[in-house]
């Protein structure tokens, strides 16, 4: 086995007190001190608007982690160890006057520092500007932000070009966590690495894709946010764009991060825009109403707490994207994402064609086609559904699908799955860039969702749909005027 290299590096944290670091970031740091993969010298510093010592800092520490670590109590002597390692600065992010203390923290300039910004896209620019003039950034900074950045591409390009005023290319780590799954990573390695796979794909063997994130939550308390956002700018642009680019791009020469963006870039570039006049059969918004959820009652989005009550903001949206390339030309992409759905559900299908020629039962054609099914959440895994013979004397050649199924959680057993922070934060430390997003995919991607609003300028306001349901019938209808149906309503 080979040793794994366990890299030092000093961690400035911003917005430790924020709902992101409580849930994701600090129980990501806990799982990597408990794999013992952070180097002895690793430190955090943890930069927080409020006042407290390091003692009631560690308390809020411990609350965070249990509450929000999966079906793992907290290991005390790990705690211990993770705590031993942190510091606490009380500091306003948009000022200058206490940054020095941040360049202070710093023992060992030859360690890579990572500044992690958990903090509204809009004061990134302010954080860089302050570490700059304050003498904290040096070759070795890396900076992770998180996505979206901006609202448009022209929001997005104001936030990049600040922040290329104190970084280079090479030193920011664009997140989004969806590219840290298991399951999203092994997307690489079953399309190229497999030939059974490999060779089929594209539009001769695969008549159209679907995917699927959908969200039983409502806003959870984000009414402000999401009013301005919405389900458009706040998944589609970055969550399903990165993985129809995963699905669709061609093979990378390598598996370096640029090799890799590059391919990702070209189906961003490809991709058919939604014009106008395509909006009606190409595109459906939806916004929920009341509806049960778990057997208990919960309020449409008009009804949430600080809502507006003529707010015409998507929380559904779904899609027929064409990409204009030799790989993809005539398969079709529905996208479609929303809250308040029936499940929780995050998943790809990919749909190959039948066979040119059917000699089995005539009633049974509609099975002939197998199915590709990529499962994000909520078990990660990877099934392929094939026909077979039915069991038995009297069943003759009737057939039956099944799969042919990769649990993650079933086939690892004795291994735990890595939360998707942990990956990124690992690979941030060993800057790695390949999981990141590039400037120039932010901007094609802006660039396409631009277009798609205002492809939707003239449509009527979003259709309703219960709490509850898979959306309106409208997303239904889209897909039935294909002879198609989504993967959950076969």
Same mark, same amino acid.
């Given at each position: 086995?080979?040793?794994?290299?366990?890299?030092?590096?000093?961690?400035?944290?911003?917005?430790?007190?924020?709902?992101?670091?409580?849930? !994701?970031?600090?129980?990501?740091?806990?799982?990597?001190?408990?794999?013992?993969?952070?180097?002895?010298?690793?430190?955090?510093?943890?930069?927080?608007?409020?006042?407290?010592?390091?003692?009631?800092?560690?308390?809020?520490?411990?609350q965070g982690l249990e509450k929000h670590?999966?079906?793992?109590?907290?290991?005390?002597?790990?705690?211990?160890?993770?705590?031993?390692?942190?510091?606490?600065?009380?500091?306003?992010?948009?000022?200058?006057?206490?940054?020095?203390?941040?360049?202070?923290?710093?023992?060992?300039?030859?360690?890579?520092?990572?500044?992690?910004?958990?903090?509204?896209?809009?004061?990134?620019?302010?954080?860089?500007?302050?570490?700059?003039?304050?003498?904290?950034?040096?070759?070795?900074?890396?900076v992770v932000v998180e996505k979206p950045? @901006?609202?448009?591409?022209?929001?997005?390009?104001?936030?990049?070009?600040?922040?290329?005023?104190?970084?280079?290319?090479?030193?920011?780590?664009?997140?989004?966590?969806?590219?840290?799954?298991?399951?999203?990573?092994?997307?690489?390695?079953?399309?190229?690495?497999?030939?059974?796979?490999?060779?089929?794909?594209?539009?001769?063997?695969?008549?159209?894709?679907?995917?699927?994130?959908?969200? !039983?939550?409502?806003?959870? @308390?984000?009414?402000?946010?999401?009013?301005?956002?919405?389900?458009?700018?706040?998944?589609?642009?970055?969550?399903?764009?990165?993985?129809?680019?995963?699905?669709?791009?061609?093979?990378?020469?390598?598996?370096?991060?640029?090799?890799?963006?590059?391919?990702?870039?070209?189906?961003? !570039?490809?991709?058919?825009?939604?014009?106008?006049?395509?909006?009606?059969?190409?595109?459906?918004?939806?916004?929920?109403?009341?509806?049960?959820?778990?057997?208990?009652?919960?309020?449409?989005?008009?009804?949430?707490?600080?809502?507006?009550?003529?707010?015409?903001?998507?929380?559904?949206?779904s899609m027929k994207v064409e990409i204009?390339?030799?790989?993809?030309?005539?398969?079709?992409?529905?996208?479609?994402?929303?809250?308040?759905?029936?499940?929780?559900?995050?998943?790809?299908?990919?749909?190959?064609?039948?066979?040119?020629?059917?000699?089995?039962?005539?009633?049974?054609?509609?099975?002939?086609?197998?199915?590709?099914?990529?499962?994000?959440?909520?078990?990660?895994?990877?099934?392929?559904?094939?026909?077979?013979?039915?069991?038995?004397?009297? !069943?003759?050649?009737?057939?039956?699908?099944?799969?042919?199924?990769?649990?993650?959680?079933?086939?690892?057993?004795?291994?735990?799955?890595?939360?998707?922070?942990?990956?990124?934060?690992?690979?941030?430390?060993?800057?790695?860039?390949?999981?990141?997003?590039?400037?120039?995919?932010?901007?094609?991607?802006?660039?396409?969702?631009?277009?798609?609003?205002?492809?939707?300028?003239?449509?009527?306001?979003?259709?309703?749909?219960?709490?509850?349901?898979?959306?309106?019938?409208?997303?239904?209808?889209?897909?039935?005027?294909?002879?198609?149906?989504?993967?959950?309503?076969?």
């Open positions: 086995m080979a040793r794994i290299e366990k890299p030092n590096c000093d961690i400035a944290m911003f917005g430790a007190l924020g709902d992101l670091a409580r849930r !994701k970031l600090f129980p990501a740091l806990y799982q990597l001190e408990r794999a013992g993969l952070l180097g002895e010298q690793t430190r955090v510093l943890a930069l927080g608007l409020d006042e407290m010592d390091l003692s009631a800092f560690g308390q809020q520490l411990r670590l999966k079906a793992t109590p907290v290991d005390d002597e790990v705690f211990q160890r993770l705590v031993s390692r942190i510091h606490y600065l009380a500091l306003d992010f948009t000022t200058p006057e206490k940054y020095p203390a941040l360049r202070d923290w710093r023992l060992n300039r030859d360690v890579p520092l990572i500044v992690y910004m958990a903090t509204p896209p809009s004061i990134y620019g302010d954080i860089g500007e302050n570490l700059h003039n304050s003498g904290v950034i040096s070759a070795n900074t890396r950045i @901006g609202h448009d591409l022209e929001s997005s390009r104001l936030i990049n070009d600040r922040l290329a005023q104190f970084f280079s290319e090479s030193q920011l780590f664009r997140i989004d966590h969806y590219l840290g799954k298991e399951t999203v990573q092994n997307l690489i390695a079953l399309r190229f690495a497999n030939n059974l796979f490999a060779s089929q794909w594209n539009n001769t063997s695969i008549s159209h894709v679907e995917i699927t994130v959908a969200e !039983k939550v409502g806003i959870e @308390g984000r009414w402000g946010y999401f009013d301005q956002a919405g389900q458009l700018r706040d998944m589609v642009q970055n969550h399903l764009l990165q993985l129809l680019c995963l699905i669709a791009m061609d093979p990378p020469s390598d598996l370096s991060a640029d090799s890799i963006r590059d391919e990702k870039v070209k189906v961003l !570039k490809a991709l058919n825009r939604i014009t106008p006049e395509r909006a009606d059969t190409h595109l459906v918004r939806g916004q929920y109403t009341a509806g049960i959820i778990d057997g208990r009652p919960v309020p449409g989005y008009l009804e949430e707490p600080g809502a507006v009550a003529d707010s015409s903001t998507e929380t559904f949206v204009c390339n030799w790989r993809w030309a005539g398969v079709p992409f529905y996208l479609r994402t929303g809250k308040r759905m029936a499940e929780k559900l995050s998943q790809i299908i990919i749909h190959f064609k039948p066979a040119p020629f059917y000699i089995f039962d005539p009633d049974q054609k509609h099975l002939a086609n197998n199915l590709l099914i990529i499962r994000l959440q909520p078990d990660e895994g990877i099934s392929l559904q094939v026909l077979t013979k039915d069991q038995g004397l009297d !069943k003759g050649m009737r057939l039956r699908p099944g799969p042919l199924q990769l649990s993650f959680s079933e086939a690892f057993k004795r291994e735990r799955i890595p939360d998707a922070y942990e990956r990124l934060l690992w690979e941030v430390m060993n800057g790695n860039q390949y999981l990141f997003v590039r400037r120039d995919e932010v901007e094609y991607a802006w660039q396409w969702i631009d277009q798609v609003i205002e492809g939707w300028a003239d449509m009527p306001p979003p259709r309703r749909y219960p709490a509850g349901s898979w959306g309106p019938v409208a997303s239904i209808a889209m897909i039935a005027r294909d002879g198609r149906s989504w993967y959950e309503e076969l």
